[in-house]
């Protein structure tokens, strides 16, 4: 099929690269002519595993080509429309892109057109699409418009496409539905090659859910909000396990053993990030306000949220006493691992916290520091995790990359000044940590530092002595303490 993807964003040129390679006629179109131009040349302007290889090969195959938004209205007969929706200073999602693209198409398309909303909108933004399509409408256009809802993961999306759990297509006409299947045929029979897996996880059936353009709408706000209330709630739970002296991944372990619980989306650590959940979280609040709904639960989410960062410096506090003076090495920005992207990514906004108290920082991300560099031009950036370690008080990990996981230890002893290892993200254990010297302290567990334990600036209340279970796991062997000056 013809189709046009309007927005070469994270969405917009992801969706596009994959629906040329299971076959279809892509022009992928963005406003920003020196995005064009780099597209053009070949290169990407964002990182993201395997999008690379896919672009290349559909460019030189002349199945996908980057284009203004005005010749892709006018070519593609299915439209994606993929274009930013940032929050606006009350929290609402800013739609006026996606109406300049509606405004574009009843104007300027003929014949018929399948609008399909792929950006993350309000409910009835559908409706509203399609009463402006009909008021712009000067050519005689016949159109529908769909909402089909991405629940790609940055760092994923290319193995999410292909590896769908569900496909929602939201429609109000028979002949929208039946496009739409032709559209994702390839993806819902797998008769296509997942370009991710060499051996592919084993094929399910993808539930495909048709239902009308408002329950679609809803169904993204409510996936992301709830997701980032499962995260905010095991963070509370994380809280509660560093006061009474439990151990956040059991309980996680023993919560998600529940099928009705699960274990994904259980990992505590310095909050959610990125421009999906924080940005859509407020703007389902907005959208239940304006509805007469209460949804205080979700205003909860947010605030126990932006507590993190907060908790995280105060657990480096209560460490290193002083920040003035002291050298922080700093290993990960972007806001999850396997991406460039440091929009609203908490490694940010712990940074600034601690460069306000005065620290030095010596920092390091596989792939985000150009973006970083950007937003914290007072920093050093380093060419590896054991650089920014160099001569550092304490090593403060904030995103779990891969290549971290693995740690020399040797050569981490040698370099920092402090064997201190604050980790946001719990990606060691403690005696591993507590055998080569260091003081390990992570999230939602007791700390293993040999200091009083005093819990951080969490919210709770320490838990009496007499109520706290005796820890007896390996983890709470002595350490060294670093030293503080
Ligand atoms: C999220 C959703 O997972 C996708 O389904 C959706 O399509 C996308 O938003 C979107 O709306 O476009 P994404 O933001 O790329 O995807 O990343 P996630 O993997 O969902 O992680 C979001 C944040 O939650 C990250 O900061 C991550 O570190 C944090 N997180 C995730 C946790 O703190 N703990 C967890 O257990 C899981």
Request: aromatic share 8%.
């Amino acid at each position: 099929m013809q189709i046009s993807v309007i927005g070469a964003g994270y969405v917009g040129l992801t969706t596009a690269a994959c629906l040329a390679e299971i076959g279809h006629q892509v022009l992928c179109a963005d406003s920003d002519l020196d995005k064009l131009k780099e597209l053009n040349a070949g290169r990407l302007p964002f990182f993201e595993p395997h999008l690379d290889a896919l672009v290349k090969r559909n460019t030189a195959s002349g199945r996908l080509q980057f284009t203004s938004p005005a010749e892709a209205i006018e070519q593609g007969i299915a439209i994606f429309i993929c274009v930013g929706t940032p929050p606006l200073e009350n929290g609402e999602a800013d739609l006026s892109a996606i109406e300049s693209v509606a405004r574009t198409i009843a104007s300027s398309a003929r014949g018929y057109r399948l609008v399909i909303e792929k950006s993350t909108v309000p409910v009835q933004t559908a409706k509203r699409l399609w009463k402006h399509l009909s008021i712009y409408n000067v050519t005689g256009l016949e159109f529908d418009v769909v909402s089909n809802p991405e629940f790609l993961r940055e760092g994923s999306a290319v193995g999410d496409f292909f590896h769908p759990d569900r496909i929602v297509i939201g429609a109000e006409s028979p002949r929208a539905v039946a496009l739409m299947k032709e559209i994702y045929r390839p993806v819902l029979t797998s008769q296509t090659t997942c370009p991710v897996h060499s051996q592919c996880p084993s094929s399910h059936e993808i539930p495909l859910i048709v239902t009308d353009t408002n329950s679609a709408e809803l169904v993204k706000h409510a996936s992301n909000s709830f997701l980032a209330m499962k995260i905010s709630f095991i963070n509370l739970v994380a809280d509660a396990c560093e006061a009474a002296g439990a151990d956040i991944a059991k309980v996680a372990e023993g919560m998600g053993s529940d099928k009705r619980i699960g274990q994904s989306f259980l990992n505590p650590g310095i909050g959610f990030g990125g421009f999906c959940f924080p940005k859509d979280l407020q703007a389902f609040v907005r959208i239940g306000e304006k509805l007469g709904c209460d949804f205080s639960l979700l205003k909860e989410v947010e605030k126990i949220n932006l507590r993190r960062a907060d908790q995280f410096v105060a657990k480096v506090k209560k460490e290193l006493w002083v920040l003035r003076g002291k050298t922080l090495a700093i290993w990960g920005l972007a806001f999850k691992p396997d991406t460039d992207d440091v929009r609203f990514a908490p490694a940010l906004n712990i940074v600034r916290r601690l460069l306000a108290e005065g620290a030095s920082i010596r920092a390091y991300d596989p792939q985000a520091m150009e973006k970083a560099k950007e937003e914290l031009p007072g920093i050093t950036y380093c060419l590896s995790h054991y650089e920014a370690a160099q001569g550092a008080d304490a090593v403060l990990v904030l995103t779990e990359w891969n290549e971290f996981r693995n740690l020399d230890w040797d050569t981490l002893s040698r370099t920092v000044a402090h064997p201190l290892l604050i980790d946001g993200r719990n990606l060691y254990h403690a005696d591993e940590a507590a055998a080569h010297g260091f003081a390990y302290i992570c999230i939602g567990k007791e700390p293993h530092a040999g200091t009083d334990h005093v819990p951080a600036a969490n919210g709770c209340e320490p838990a009496p002595a007499d109520t706290v279970s005796p820890v007896t796991s390996a983890s709470s062997q002595p350490v060294s303490v670093p030293a503080v000056s």
